[in-house]
């Protein structure tokens, strides 16, 4: 099969699947109130809420609050006050193709909402669209100028000297390179389906090392 074949049969894939997507409008998508707490380039940290109070004082009185009456074990939990002041942060690099909501999806299918109700302090990056001029920031520099600074605005904001570091998809590689140019700062490092062997990519690989895929014609003209 040909890349363009194969581009083709993807499109018309994705296609298939923008009904359900449209739906999902009607659903309360990542329902975790949060602070923005630092916002630099593409990147914007926030810190979940812990407080049963503040959440139920977002929109929750959409049809999705039934599934919280159906719940007493799930109810029952954001009862707990937990104190938080001695526990490491836990800081979530998401992947950078998916949505930041899909570890925070809907009212009790979170994992967001399952860490907070656990009395942890939680923070994640939200990636944003880039401006034109990202394209000129090199690998070393968005590692050392901007997760650096994300890392060190979680450890004074949370007022630790380490932090739990979890990694989704892409987020995870990122993660992996983090702990090992800031290892002092990491207290654990948890991966969920992150690559970290790119020598065998499946039909990735071999679609992005055909001699068409000009990967350094593709940089120059549409960058990073």
Same mark, same amino acid.
Request: proline share 5%; aromatic share 8%.
């Given at each position: 099969?040909?890349?363009?074949?194969?581009?083709?049969?993807?499109?018309?894939?994705?296609?298939?699947?923008?009904?359900?997507?449209?739906?999902?409008?009607?659903?309360?998508?990542?329902?975790?109130?949060?602070?923005?707490?630092?916002?630099?380039?593409?990147?914007?940290?926030?810190?979940?809420?812990?407080?049963?109070?503040?959440?139920?004082?977002?929109?929750?009185?959409?049809?999705? %609050?039934? =599934?919280?009456?159906?719940? *007493?074990?799930? +109810?029952?939990?954001?009862? /707990?006050?937990?104190?938080?002041?001695?526990? &490491?942060?836990?800081?979530?690099?998401?992947?950078?193709?998916?949505?930041?909501?899909?570890?925070?999806?809907?009212?009790?299918? %979170?994992? =967001?909402?399952?860490?907070? *109700?656990?009395? +942890?302090?939680?923070?994640? /990056?939200?990636?944003?669209?880039?401006?034109? &001029?990202?394209?000129?920031?090199?690998?070393?520099?968005?590692?050392?100028?901007?997760?650096?600074?994300?890392?060190?605005?979680?450890?004074?904001?949370?007022?630790?000297?380490?932090?739990?570091?979890?990694?989704?998809?892409?987020?995870?590689?990122?993660?992996?390179?983090?702990?090992?140019?800031?290892?002092?700062?990491?207290?654990?490092?948890?991966?969920?389906?992150?690559?970290?062997?790119?020598?065998?990519?499946?039909?990735?690989?071999?679609?992005?090392?055909?001699?068409?895929?000009?990967?350094?014609?593709?940089?120059?003209?549409?960058?990073?």
């Amino acid at each position: 099969m040909n890349n363009a074949l194969m581009l083709k049969e993807t499109l018309q894939a994705w296609q298939g699947l923008m009904p359900q997507h449209a739906m999902l409008s009607k659903f309360q998508i990542a329902p975790t109130p949060f602070d923005v707490i630092y916002e630099k380039a593409n990147i914007r940290l926030v810190r979940y809420h812990t407080s049963k109070t503040t959440r139920e004082s977002t929109s929750h009185e959409s049809h999705l %609050s039934a =599934i919280h009456q159906t719940d *007493n074990r799930a +109810q029952s939990s954001t009862d /707990i006050q937990i104190d938080t002041q001695n526990q &490491e942060p836990i800081l979530i690099i998401p992947s950078l193709i998916n949505r930041h909501y899909v570890l925070d999806l809907l009212p009790n299918k %979170s994992l =967001i909402e399952y860490l907070v *109700n656990q009395g +942890q302090a939680v923070y994640m /990056i939200h990636w944003l669209p880039p401006e034109p &001029e990202a394209q000129y920031i090199t690998k070393e520099q968005f590692f050392q100028f901007h997760l650096t600074k994300v890392m060190e605005q979680v450890l004074a904001d949370s007022k630790k000297e380490q932090l739990h570091l979890w990694g989704h998809c892409l987020g995870g590689t990122i993660a992996c390179a983090m702990a090992a140019l800031i290892p002092q700062a990491i207290r654990s490092l948890t991966l969920i389906t992150s690559p970290i062997d790119f020598a065998e990519m499946g039909k990735l690989g071999l679609w992005a090392k055909t001699p068409e895929f000009d990967l350094k014609t593709l940089l120059d003209s549409y960058g990073n």
